[in-house]
C-alpha cells in the first residue's frame, strides 16, 4: 500500500500524481470500511479525499493553516497527518474523535463540530498573522452547505476585506446534509453551469478574487490550481466542484441518507419494520395536522432526516413544509414572524443546534411572547463527541421570560403537549422530545396545559419525594421501588413543567417530607433542580440535585459518566439514606 509510507503530509511530497491517485483508492477503502464499521460521516469525506491529498501536497501544514467547517469532511486529513491507524486498524477505530481536535495532532487548528464556523476561526489566524508580521497560507474549507449559516456569511463578509493572503475553499457538492434551500444556491448552480464565468457571482460581488475547479475529484487538476494560489497576497474564493459520496455507489445514489449512517449500513440486512417511536408519532401528527389546517407548518434547519422528514413525508407536506437550510438563528427567528401573523410553525431542531439561538430566542421569540412551538430532539446526557453534547438545552432555555419548557414522559402526555402548544395563542412553547424508547400508557391525557406549572403527584408517600423529569421520570419511578424495600414510601412526582415551580404543591411536601431529589437527564447548574434547590433553601427541606456537571464530556462510556455523576439507582438510595 502506497498508505504504507504515509505517516506525515512531508512524506506526499515524494510522490507522483499516478502513486496519489491510488492512495486516493486506498483511503477511500478504509474510510468505507471504518465509517460502516463504526458509524459515521461517510458521503463527505469520500468526495474531499482528491482535495485532501493535493491541499497537503501543495501547502505546508501545519505551518499553512487549515480550518475545517463542522468536520463532516476531516477524515482524509486525519489519515495523512499521523492518524491512519484509528482507520486501519479495527482495534483502533475509537482511537480518534470523528471531528478535528488540537489535542490529537498539530494539523488541526480547533475542535470544530458545528457548522458556518471556519470561516470566521480562519479569520482570526489570519489576523493574529498579519499582526505578528509573519508569513504563511491560511485555508478556510466549507461545504456549500454550510455558507446559508450566519456565521459563514458574516465572516465572508469581513474577509474580503483583510487585504493579505486568505483562501477559502468552498466544496461545492451541491448538498447540505439533505437538499439545499435559499437564493445563494441558485448563484452556485448558475456559477457551475457556467464554468465559473456567470457574471452574477455572489463572492465577487463582496470583493473576492474568484478561481473555479470544474473537476474538484481529479488530483492532477487540484495539485495545479492550488500552486497557482499557494501564498496569494489577498482574499481569494476557490469554487470547487466535488462529488459528495465520491467513489461509493450507495452514497452517490443516495447523498442524503449517506450523509451520516449507522454501524452495518453497507451490509445486507433482512427487512424489518421500524417500531413506533417519539419520531414516527411525530411525523404522523404533522401529515394529520397539515392535512386539516393550512396554516400549519413544519420548519427545519436542514436536518430533516433527524426528525424523520423523509423526502416522501416533504412531499406530502409541500409547502407547509420550510427548510430554512443551515440556519437556526433565522428559524426562530421566522417562526415568531409566522406565529405572530397566526400561522402555526413546529420548529424541530437537536438540542445540541438550539444552542445557537439564544439571543433570537430571547429577543425576537420570547421578548414578544409570540406562540410559536419548538421541538427540541436528543436532550440529555450522552457518550458523543464534545462538539454534540445535548445536555445543555435545560438550562439555556428554561432561564428565559415567556418561554414555556416541557418534558413530556409518555407518548399521550407528548401528543397532548403537542396539541395543546400548536393550539394555544400566548406563549412560546418548546417541548423536549422524550429521548428513550417510547411509552404508551393508552389512556389519553386530558391536562390542561394552559395552567402553568402544574406538577403530576403519580404516587402519593410521604418522607422523600422524587421529582423525575422527563427521560428521568422512570428513574424515580425505579428509586421508589428501592425505597419501598427500606420501608419508605415515597412521592413520585411527575413535573412536567421545565420552567416553573408549582409552589403550592412545594408547600404542601413540606408538611410531612424531609427530603426532595430532582432527576434530570441534563447539567444541574442553572436546571431545573437548581430551581427546586432554590425554592427550599430558606427551610429544613435538604434537596438532593441529580444530573450531569458543568463540563465538556467527550466520548466518555455512558456507564462512567453515570457513576460519575451518581446516577445509578443504587447510588441515589445510598444518598437518600445518608440524608434521613
Not at 476531516?74 to 483502533?92: A, M, Q, V, W
Not at 422530545?433 to 403527584?457: A, C, F, M, R, W
Request: aromatic content about 10%; hydrophobic content about 35%; proline content about 3%.
Amino acid at each position: 500500500m502506497i498508505l504504507d509510507k504515509i505517516n506525515s503530509p512531508t512524506d506526499l511530497k515524494n510522490l507522483s500524481v499516478d502513486e496519489m491517485k491510488t492512495l486516493s483508492n486506498e483511503m477511500r477503502k478504509i474510510i468505507i470500511k471504518k465509517v460502516n464499521t463504526t458509524g459515521g460521516h461517510m458521503a463527505p469525506n469520500l468526495g474531499i479525499i482528491e482535495t485532501t491529498i493535493a491541499l497537503h501536497y501543495v501547502f505546508n501544514s501545519p505551518i499553512d493553516k487549515f480550518v475545517f467547517d463542522v468536520s463532516h469532511q476531516c477524515y482524509p486529513h486525519k489519515i495523512l497527518t499521523g492518524r491512519k491507524d484509528g482507520f486501519l486498524n479495527e482495534s483502533d477505530y475509537q482511537k480518534y474523535t470523528g471531528y478535528t481536535a488540537p489535542e490529537e495532532s498539530a494539523h488541526d487548528m480547533f475542535k470544530i463540530g458545528h457548522t458556518s464556523t471556519s470561516i470566521s476561526l480562519a479569520c482570526g489566524l489570519a489576523k493574529a498573522r498579519d499582526l505578528k508580521c509573519e508569513n504563511y497560507n491560511v485555508i478556510a474549507l466549507i461545504g456549500d452547505g454550510s455558507l446559508s449559516g450566519g456565521e459563514a456569511l458574516e465572516g465572508l463578509n469581513f474577509a474580503s476585506k483583510l487585504n493579505s493572503n486568505f483562501i477559502i475553499i468552498v466544496n461545492d457538492n451541491q448538498m447540505s446534509i439533505a437538499q439545499n434551500y435559499g437564493g445563494l444556491y441558485d448563484n452556485l448552480a448558475h456559477l457551475r453551469e457556467t464554468k465559473g464565468e456567470a457574471k452574477n457571482n455572489f463572492f465577487k460581488t463582496l470583493g473576492y478574487d474568484y478561481c473555479y475547479i470544474e473537476n474538484g475529484n481529479n488530483i492532477e487538476t487540484l495539485i495545479e490550481e492550488f500552486k497557482k494560489i499557494k501564498n496569494i497576497n489577498h482574499p481569494l474564493i476557490v469554487h470547487l466542484v466535488t462529488e459528495k459520496g465520491h467513489g461509493l455507489t450507495q452514497a452517490v445514489d443516495n447523498k442524503e441518507k449517506f450523509h451520516w449512517i449507522m454501524p452495518g449500513e453497507l451490509d445486507e440486512k433482512p427487512a424489518f419494520s421500524m417500531p413506533e417511536s417519539y419520531t414516527s408519532i411525530t411525523v404522523d401528527y404533522f401529515l394529520n395536522k397539515a392535512k386539516n389546517d393550512s396554516s400549519f407548518a413544519v420548519v427545519n434547519a436542514a436536518t430533516p432526516g433527524v426528525f424523520g422528514l423523509t423526502k416522501d413525508v416533504r412531499e406530502k407536506l409541500g409547502k407547509q413544509y420550510i427548510d430554512v437550510a443551515i440556519a437556526e438563528e433565522h428559524a426562530i427567528g421566522m417562526i415568531s414572524g409566522m406565529a405572530k401573523n397566526g400561522a402555526k410553525p413546529v420548529f424541530c431542531v437537536m438540542s445540541s443546534f438550539i444552542q445557537r439561538t439564544y439571543d433570537q430566542l430571547s429577543q425576537d421569540l420570547c421578548l414578544n411572547s409570540n406562540p410559536a412551538t419548538i421541538l427540541i430532539y436528543w436532550g440529555g446526557i450522552t457518550d458523543s463527541d464534545a462538539t454534540h453534547l445535548t445536555t445543555f438545552d435545560i438550562s439555556m432555555m428554561s432561564n428565559i421570560p415567556n418561554l414555556i419548557y416541557l418534558a413530556p414522559t409518555t407518548k399521550e402526555e407528548y401528543l397532548a403537549m403537542l396539541d395543546w402548544s400548536v393550539e394555544q395563542t400566548q406563549y412560546p412553547v418548546a417541548i423536549r422530545v422524550p429521548n428513550i424508547e417510547l411509552i404508551s400508557t393508552g389512556i389519553e391525557d386530558k391536562t390542561d396545559y394552559s395552567i402553568l406549572n402544574k406538577y403530576q403527584i403519580t404516587k402519593k408517600g410521604n418522607t422523600v419525594a422524587l421529582l423525575g423529569l422527563g427521560n428521568f421520570y422512570f428513574k424515580a419511578v425505579e428509586v421508589a421501588k428501592l425505597l419501598e424495600k427500606e420501608e419508605i414510601n415515597a412521592t413520585i412526582i411527575n413535573p412536567k413543567f421545565i420552567t416553573g415551580i408549582d409552589c403550592e404543591l412545594m408547600e404542601e411536601l413540606k408538611k410531612d417530607h424531609k427530603v426532595i431529589v430532582t432527576l434530570e437527564d441534563g447539567e444541574l447548574n442553572g436546571g431545573f433542580g437548581e430551581k427546586i434547590a432554590r425554592y427550599f433553601g430558606p427551610s429544613e427541606m435538604k434537596v438532593l440535585n441529580y444530573g450531569s456537571h458543568k463540563e465538556f464530556s467527550d466520548r466518555i462510556p455512558l456507564d462512567e459518566l453515570y457513576t460519575k455523576y451518581r446516577l445509578y439507582n443504587e447510588l441515589i438510595l445510598e444518598d437518600i439514606k445518608k440524608a434521613l
